[in-house]
């Protein structure tokens, strides 16, 4: 398969690309370079320093024969994504290149309109040039749990029956975002759904849960390879920055009480969902939405396995709570099905202490990088 | 009250700016002549020439010794936005500043991406504006009854009870739109009720119909302070232009069946829902959502209604169905709830024989405007 990957320099873009080169098919990689300008800015970086698209690509072909190919532009250039789409003319595209941070949308007018326009004007694109170069394209989507937020009934996989006065229809399931960021994938869900049943595109939303972990089979084989990985508030993950903390001294910070609850995920596993969705297309004019997560705790949980895994390593661990800078329910139901992936063949690395471990011994590895000021700077939702 | 009126040029901008400033508040409007700019790019203009905004407000100020106040400029600027809310110090902004025609948001990438950035940028704006300058201001926001689309159940007021596998919560009502323009509009209430929960703005949606009319009681003053009334395939609404049709002895033409139902209401009806809204803010944190229609009617149904009223002033009016350029269910269930307006004192002004052949004479008057070529161009949604 022809495969494009847009945001293909980002912590999961990147470890996707070289799955689907390692299993035989002709990848491409897009990337604006978002995330180190951002980063630049802000002041964070990625624990592990990262080649860039040229060099990591050079350094695959070394290790494994294999040719990725990239280019350096911008989604929401319409007359550039229209070209990469001619010239590579995929039979997938595998769409990453969101502004992904929920705290990055909330810091100013200017960080929310640039996600509001990179997420809105890029999906935007992306359903033009599929449209107007190759129409039986399958756009797999990036989407996110926290589309849905805490609502107090179950969590379906995208859809819901209603039944309102004795008549029944069926219903993209109500979401509500967190944050901008969010609420920009929710409006993405809008406008994918509108133009799949208005032109018959195929495409498949996957419902990602908060993702953890450092290494995957393809990246483990050169350190040149190793994804991204960010510990700081706005683009590190939870769990990637509770293992942060524990190894430079930083109390685990959770959020207000902890008892908030998510679903979440081993990188591994998205790169396998990823696969198993390719390899899965829907018929034309479907949108299917999967729940894409393979075990749910609260924050609270997280926080004492880290510190359990830490402290069977001689580390002294303490856990802290803070002020909770968002605004969200600390205290709710939660529970969405998660069963169609697993279906297609998942089978999920579970969060073990030995995954855990593993993941503190790695960072051990490069704990004098770590800049304890980048972990947490304040960003409020008021 | 200090009234700003965001898109304060347009078909029902300006007359609400007058029907504020004729109930004796301090009325501000903003435009940036996206629609004139468009009419010449795409060949419509208004049946009857309007003034621009400068020459208007001083017809205004010369007829009634009232001032309404104007800027020139584009809201999807900030910094000018940010400015015009710290001089004016709004205690309501109305916002019909938003690319309003569904035809136009499918005529291509580029018209899509212009609806897509100006209606959700514009908005994110008027929110950081509010949040930064006047955080107590009430956001009275045009919504549309579109975003609902034609479900197989009972439509309410913007929200629902779900109830689901034991257990129930309150969502927005699931919408879905039928054009790109109308996806916006969905997208722009999740954009303003993801920032009303989490800032406690006070906000408006008024999920309108299609609306009909060519004066209102301050436009019939004067002909220059009647309204841009457009009769062309992009901005005209579907009575209008049936009313021109039947002037100009076009055929009444009906997409598909026409067995389409949707909701209407009067001009004279959306100043007073608007009026009603203003005067009648939520709570802080409190979204109101009302649907603004009056009464439902299928498309046949009005041009039926609109060949009866013709041929009582003696034309020979034809209907010609044509092959619905639009994907959209043409016979469906339509049951939408609209009662909160009337509840709050809205007395309907409904589509009589007597209405039509008003709308009728008046458009005979101004018949050696009208541009034939301009009514049906053929913009199709595939």
Not at 44 to 62: C, G, V
Not at 232 to 243: A, K, M
Request: glycine share 8%; charged share 20%; aromatic share 10%.
């Amino acid at each position: 398969m022809n495969i494009l990957i847009l945001g293909g320099d980002g912590y999961l873009g990147w470890p996707t690309a070289m799955h689907f080169s390692q299993m035989g098919h002709a990848v491409t990689v897009v990337d604006n370079y978002f995330k180190r300008h951002a980063g630049l800015e802000l002041d964070f970086e990625s624990l592990i320093a990262i080649p860039n698209l040229t060099r990591r690509t050079k350094a695959w072909k070394e290790i494994t024969g294999k040719e990725i190919k990239h280019y350096i532009g911008d989604i929401t250039d319409y007359n550039f994504l229209k070209d990469v789409f001619i010239t590579t003319q995929p039979d997938t595209v595998i769409h990453y290149a969101e502004q992904p941070s929920a705290p990055y949308s909330m810091i100013s007018r200017d960080k929310a309109a640039k996600t509001l326009q990179n997420n809105l004007t890029g999906t935007l694109n992306i359903i033009y040039a599929i449209k107007e170069t190759v129409p039986n394209c399958h756009l797999i989507k990036l989407g996110t749990m926290g589309e849905y937020g805490t609502p107090n009934i179950d969590i379906p996989e995208g859809y819901i029956d209603i039944a309102h006065n004795g008549k029944t229809d069926k219903f993209l399931f109500p979401r509500q975002g967190g944050s901008l960021y969010h609420t920009t994938k929710v409006q993405d869900t809008d406008m994918i759904w509108f133009y799949v049943r208005t032109w018959k595109l195929r495409a498949t939303d996957l419902m990602q849960g908060p993702v953890y972990g450092i290494s995957t089979d393809e990246s483990a084989q050169d350190v040149r390879l190793t994804p991204s990985f960010h510990y700081d508030e706005i683009f590190g993950t939870v769990l990637n920055r509770f293992i942060v903390q524990a190894v430079c001294g930083h109390p685990i910070t959770i959020y207000g009480k902890g008892t908030q609850i998510r679903g979440y995920l081993n990188i591994k596993d998205t790169l396998a969902c990823v696969y198993l969705s390719a390899m899965n297309p829907p018929e034309g004019g479907t949108l299917n939405i999967y729940n894409q997560i393979t075990e749910t705790f609260s924050v609270l949980e997280l926080a004492d396995k880290v510190s359990a895994a830490a402290k069977s390593l001689g580390y002294e661990v303490t856990i802290k709570h803070i002020e909770n800078p968002r605004i969200e329910k600390e205290e709710h139901y939660y529970n969405p099905t998660y069963t169609t992936l697993k279906g297609l063949g998942l089978t999920p690395n579970l969060l073990t202490n030995e995954i855990l471990v593993e993941m503190l011994k790695t960072v051990l590895l490069y704990k004098d990088n770590i800049s304890v000021d980048s972990i947490f700077k304040g960003i409020k939702w008021k």
